[in-house]
Structures are given as structure tokens and as C-alpha cells.
């Protein structure tokens, strides 16, 4: 009976210098400030717009996923674009808002590449085709960023939009019908500068 009560107490002052030694250990570390908190997290963006240019007016269609840090935004992008001819753009979206403010103004700047993805429409008549080459797409900008609470936000933004692709036409050339015989025509280079107008949403 002595031996365990011994063996109790050795515990009990054990117990009692690892509560102390914990105690003085937490009183030790400074408090962390509201300020210190990180300001970053997960974010989406959904946008439609049109795109406007010397082969007229087009929709656009963009998603954009990546992480934000205080003012900043980078993510990675990808979308519809029917400008002349249906592409595919998959592109690095980077952001920043301007004031530290519910509702601010923001800088975007989106480059990478596109990939055509091109309709019967898309091609030239009276039997041709086309094989459309993919090539340089950029998109930069300013908005304006509406808060809807948390980090949800509605967006408007202007900007200008470039894409860069080449285009090979070739035609049937026909003697004796059916025996057609396809003959390269010409090759055609595309700088289409558009002005981009977008809608869209943060969550």
C-alpha cells in the first residue's frame, strides 16, 4: 500500500511540472494579431462577353480557377472563343485589386495559347477545307468588382484581346469526276485584335 502511494505521488508531481512546464510555455508565445491572419484562399471566376473587331461581334465564354493572396490573384483559365473562328484558349489568369475596398477597381492580365476547334462554318465553300494552327492568345484589362459578400463579387470589365493562328486552305481539283485530286491553295496568317467586354462573377 506504501509502495503505491508513492508511486501515486511520483505522479501527481509529474503531472503537476508538465502542467506548469506547458503553462509558462503558452505565456511565452506572442499572441497572433487580427492583422496577421492570411488573407488568402480558393477562388472561381465565370465570365461571358463579346469581342469585338474587324470580323465583328462574338461570344466568349471563360472559367478561371486559382488561389488569391491579399490583393492578388493567379489562376489557371480556360474558355470559348467564337471570333472568326471557334477556339479553344487555356491561358494563366494573374489580378489585383487597386483599393482595399468592398467594391474596387482591378488590373487583369491573361496569357497562353489557344487551340482551334473549328465548325463546318468555319470553312470555306464550293468543297474546301481549312487546317487552322494554334498560336498566341492574350487577354489584359481593367474591371470593376462589385461585392456581394465575403468573397463573392460581380465583374465588369473592358480590356484588349489578341490572337495570333495560321490558316492552310486547300480545294478538289477535279478532271474526270471522281477522281479529285486535292492542291494546296495558300497559307494564311491571322492577327486579330478584339476589344473585350466581360460580365461575370467571384465565388
Not at 508531481?13 to 510555455?25: D, E, G, K
Not at 472561381?44 to 472559367?63: D, I
Not at 474596387?104 to 477545307?129: I, N, V
Request: aromatic share 14%; proline share 3%; net charge positive.
Amino acid at each position: 500500500m506504501t509502495a503505491m502511494r508513492k508511486q501515486f505521488r511520483w505522479l501527481m508531481a509529474l503531472f503537476f511540472v508538465a502542467c506548469c512546464a506547458q503553462a509558462q510555455t503558452g505565456s511565452l508565445q506572442p499572441k497572433k494579431k487580427q492583422s496577421d491572419k492570411c488573407s488568402c484562399g480558393f477562388s472561381s471566376y465565370f465570365n461571358v462577353g463579346v469581342l469585338e473587331g474587324e470580323a465583328g461581334t462574338s461570344l466568349q465564354l471563360q472559367t478561371i480557377q486559382g488561389m488569391r493572396y491579399g490583393k492578388w490573384f493567379t489562376g489557371i483559365g480556360a474558355g470559348l472563343d467564337y471570333y472568326y473562328v471557334r477556339t479553344v484558349p487555356v491561358f494563366i489568369d494573374v489580378r489585383r485589386t487597386l483599393l482595399n475596398r468592398r467594391h474596387s477597381p482591378f488590373a487583369y492580365a491573361d496569357a497562353g495559347m489557344h487551340f482551334p476547334w473549328a465548325r463546318d462554318q468555319d470553312h470555306p465553300g464550293w468543297g474546301g477545307k481549312s487546317k487552322f494552327s494554334s498560336g498566341l492568345w492574350y487577354d489584359v484589362g481593367l474591371g470593376y468588382r462589385l461585392s456581394l459578400g465575403g468573397e463573392s463579387a460581380f465583374l465588369l470589365s473592358a480590356g484588349y484581346s489578341f490572337l495570333n493562328m495560321k490558316e492552310t486552305r486547300t480545294s478538289a481539283f477535279c478532271l474526270i469526276w471522281p477522281n479529285c485530286q486535292e492542291i494546296q491553295q495558300q497559307l494564311y496568317r491571322y492577327k486579330l485584335n478584339r476589344l473585350s467586354l466581360k460580365i461575370g462573377v467571384s465565388l
